[in-house]
């Protein structure tokens, strides 16, 4: 009597083989050293848990399932969550994550949204041909700044969070000062060492480039490896591991990872949960351009839940 390879053992299908004990035997290792096995030695449908991240990140920390050519998810289809089935409905999940889930979600920015600071700025909505912003002017004087806050509810940074925006920090990289992030200081405001993540432009910091910058509560430092022209719009992603790393990338550019100075816990001002903004250091008007942003963290500490 025949059987498939990964059948059952039975007083007939009962002499073990390689192909029926390696179906069986579930693979255990870091990335490297499942992807180090040879394809002819695995079976189809073979499972393997990833301890760590190969290098690379092809395989990532979680289950994978041999396909014969490659290893992959063994999750079947999405989840649609249309109900209590297939994971609950976007409902569900909101009412859990109101809970504890700090979330801003800005596709388009306009300047009521924010609440503003500094000495001689100005702010406007703008449609400029195709494109749509809302913009910060400086003023003509030397050390006006104009800054958007976004906050009321503060951030824990003892848990994950992200930001996204499209932004222009400055008009010009010359005799500005600009700045960007979760709980980052104003534009004009001589740095400080409270929690915070994001990136900044200085034009006698780090010469035209963005800085990564990060502050755990004790030190602020940054990251001056970005070649990214502080001047130039673009689209900008930043995550915060507490305690791990603080990372940036700008559109398709290099990924720049921090792992110093990273907040591990700790709590954002009222004021500057989300903040950006610019400052001139000459006689002439620096700009801010803001297309939008969203962001997504945990709430402050003390935050009242109910089973629901």
């Known amino acids: 009597m025949s059987s498939f390879s990964g059948d059952l053992w039975s007083s007939i299908n009962r002499i073990a083989s390689q192909a029926k004990m390696n179906l069986k035997t579930n693979l255990v290792g870091t990335g490297d050293q499942i992807l180090a096995k040879s394809a002819g030695s695995l079976q189809v449908g073979q499972l393997a848990s990833v301890t760590t991240a190969s290098t690379g990140g092809a ?3 979680g289950i994978v399932r041999w396909s014969g050519t490659a290893w992959v998810s063994p999750q079947g289809g999405i989840h649609t969550h249309t109900s209590s089935a297939d994971g609950g409905t976007f409902q569900d999940l909101l009412l859990q994550a109101i809970q504890n889930v700090w979330y801003a979600n800005i596709p388009g920015a306009t300047k009521e949204m ?3 600071s500094g000495t001689g700025g100005t702010y406007s909505n703008v449609i400029s041909g195709t494109l749509k912003y809302t913009q910060i002017d400086t003023g003509g004087t030397t050390s006006n700044a104009g800054n958007f806050h976004y906050g009321g509810i503060a ?7 992200a ?3 499209r932004i222009q920090l400055a008009s010009t990289t010359t005799s500005s000062q600009a700045r960007c992030g979760m709980n980052m200081e104003t534009a004009q405001a001589v ?3 409270k929690v915070k993540y994001g990136f900044e432009g200085c034009a006698t910091c780090n010469s035209s480039s963005t800085s990564i910058v990060s502050a755990d509560g004790t030190t602020r430092s940054k990251n001056t490896t970005s070649a990214d022209n502080y001047s130039t719009v673009g689209n900008f992603i930043m995550s915060h591991d507490p305690g791990i790393n603080v ?4 559109e398709a550019g290099t990924i720049i990872t921090k792992t110093t100075n990273v907040p591990t816990t700790g709590t954002s001002d009222r004021s500057n949960t989300w ?8 006689g002439t008007t620096r ?3 803001l297309y939008g942003f969203e962001a997504v963290a945990m709430k402050e500490s003390v935050w009242p839940t109910l089973l629901l």
Do not use: E, H, M, W
């Not at 951030?155 to 969070?161: I, N, P, Y």
């Not at 990372?247 to 700008?250: D, E, G, I, S, V």
């Not at 903040?275 to 000459?282: D, L, N, P, R, Y």
């Open 59 to 61: 395989l990532q920390p």
């Open 114 to 116: 924010f609440a503003t």
């Open 155 to 161: 951030t824990d940074f003892a848990g994950k969070s």
């Open 163 to 165: 930001f996204t925006t």
């Open 191 to 193: 740095t400080d060492n």
């Open 247 to 250: 990372k940036y990338r700008k």
């Open 275 to 282: 903040i950006c903004g610019v400052q001139t250091t000459t």
């Open 287 to 289: 700009t801010l351009q």
